[in-house]
C-alpha cells in the first residue's frame, strides 16, 4: 500500500511540473523535469533518493554550457518545485548532496535565478 502511494504521488507531481510554467534557457525546462522528476518523492516525503533521481542530476549537470544554462534551470526548478504541494526546500537541497553531486544554486521560493553564477 505504501509504494501506491510513492507511486500516485509521484504520478501527479509529474503531471503538475509538466503543466506548470518555466523560464527559457538552451535546456528544456521539458527535459529537466523529465530528469529530476525521479526526486519528487525524496522532496515531499523524505525517506532515500533514488538512483534514478541521481541519475537525473548527474545529467543535468553534465548539460550545463554556460551561466544561461544554470540560471534557466534554477528558474525551471523553483518554478516546478513551486508547484508541488507538500515539497520541503531542505529537502531538495539536499538531493545534490545525497547523490555525491554539487549544484551551482539553492532552490527555494526567494532565489534569484538571474543571479546565479
Not at 523553483?78 to 529537502?91: F, L, S, V
Not at 531538495?92 to 555525491?100: A, E, L, M, S
Amino acid at each position: 500500500m505504501a509504494v501506491n502511494k510513492v507511486t500516485l504521488v509521484a504520478s501527479v507531481m509529474a503531471c503538475m511540473l509538466i503543466t506548470c510554467s518555466y523560464a527559457e534557457s538552451t535546456l528544456s525546462c521539458d527535459q529537466i523535469t523529465i530528469w529530476l522528476t525521479p526526486c519528487i518523492p525524496y522532496g515531499v516525503l523524505g525517506g532515500n533518493v533514488s538512483s534514478l533521481c541521481c541519475q537525473g542530476v548527474y545529467s543535468l549537470n553534465a548539460a550545463y554550457k554556460s551561466a544561461e544554462d544554470r540560471r534557466g534551470a534554477c528558474q525551471c526548478i523553483k518554478d516546478r518545485a513551486a508547484c508541488i504541494p507538500g515539497i520541503d526546500y531542505t529537502r531538495v537541497n539536499q538531493v545534490g548532496p545525497r547523490c555525491g553531486s554539487k549544484c551551482p544554486f539553492k532552490v527555494y521560493p526567494s532565489t534569484n535565478c538571474s543571479a546565479v553564477p
